[in-house]
């Protein structure tokens, strides 16, 4: 069996234990390799292509590429599972991405992910900032919504009494 494939069936395993909705532990992990036969060497280079990714991902962000930067940041959340650095880089990712294109997708992501950053470190105040903002956009878009109800409420008005008034001007210069 290939290094390749050895790397894949232990992501897999992971991802198994992951989808149970519970962290991972170093140790967990290392057990899940032990028994797929991965030495730590090969961990060591996963765990070296993950920092890579993350690096990728973290410059991609930087520089508003949102969807390089996810798939950049996927793949280091592969290989370092339950990194904060990487589920909070995954994190402005998907926010700058809905701060720029409003997608609700993108704001349940950062809900989401802030909540896994709150699970492995409950302080860890970016998270919160995170939520914050997303909702305040939302917010924000709801009240400009809502004005612009008004306001065209209050021009189809105008239009009405302006037109009312505009038809019966001819009867008024009859007379």
């Known amino acids: 069996m290939s290094d390749d494939d050895l790397l894949e069936r232990f992501l897999l395993a992971v991802e198994k234990v992951r989808a149970e909705r519970r962290a991972l532990g170093?140790?967990?992990?290392?057990?899940?390799?032990?028994?797929?036969g991965l030495t730590e060497r090969d961990l060591a280079a996963a765990r070296e292509r993950g920092e890579r990714c993350l690096a990728q991902g973290e410059g991609f962000t930087r520089n508003k590429l949102w969807d390089d930067g996810r798939r950049a940041l996927e793949q280091?959340?592969?290989?370092?599972?339950?990194?904060?650095?990487?589920?909070?880089?995954?994190?402005?990712?998907?926010?700058?991405?809905f701060l720029a294109l409003d997608d609700d997708a993108d704001r349940q992501r950062v809900r989401a992910l802030a909540a896994r950053c709150l699970e492995l470190d409950p302080r860890y105040e970016p998270a919160f900032e995170w939520i914050r903002?997303?909702?305040?956009?939302?917010?924000?878009?709801?009240?400009?919504?809502?004005?612009?109800?008004?306001?065209g409420g209050g021009v189809s008005l105008l239009a009405a009494a302006g037109y009312a008034g505009f038809s019966a001007l001819p009867e008024r210069v009859a007379a």
């Open 26 to 36: 170093a140790e967990e992990r290392a057990a899940i390799a032990r028994e797929l």
């Open 133 to 151: 903002d997303v909702d305040a956009s939302v917010a924000a878009d709801r009240r400009k919504r809502r004005n612009w109800l008004v306001l």
């Open 76 to 97: 280091a959340e592969a290989l370092l599972p339950d990194d904060l650095r990487v589920i909070a880089a995954m994190a402005q990712a998907h926010r700058g991405r």
